[in-house]
């Protein structure tokens, strides 16, 4: 969540704190007037750019969901605390095995 919260021009703990009460990602980037679509696509760039093996399609994907993810609503298969874990668990299985990516704008 760091590399977001840079390109959104906030803190990690700030973005924590907005997804704790309840935005999504695309509604913090809104209010930090980054489109979702920039969002998303710097995102599944730097997803790649740790994970050669990751296609555009797989990098979009994921990327897709974690932006537009409502935190607390019905179709949210987690809480932000454990996006973070699902995040850190995904870029650990890497083959790089870093555990963040950055984004740019």
Same mark, same amino acid.
């Given at each position: 969540m760091s590399a977001a919260a840079q390109m959104l021009g906030t803190s990690a703990t700030d973005l924590q704190s907005s997804l704790a009460s309840g935005q999504s990602l695309a509604a913090v980037a809104s209010s930090q007037g980054? =489109? +979702?679509s =920039? %969002?998303? $696509? &710097?995102? !599944? $760039? !730097?997803? +790649?750019? =740790? *994970?050669? *093996? %990751? /296609? /555009? &399609? +797989? !990098? /979009? +994907?994921?990327a897709t969901q974690m932006v537009t993810i409502v935190p607390g609503s019905q179709s949210e298969p987690w809480t932000p605390s454990t996006q973070q874990a699902s995040a850190s668990t995904w870029s650990a299985g890497t083959q790089q095995g870093a555990s963040t990516f950055a984004v740019s704008a």
């Open positions: 980054v =489109s +979702q =920039s %969002l998303i $696509s &710097a995102m !599944a $760039s !730097a997803m +790649q750019g =740790s *994970n050669p *093996n %990751l /296609t /555009t &399609a +797989q !990098a /979009t +994907q994921i």
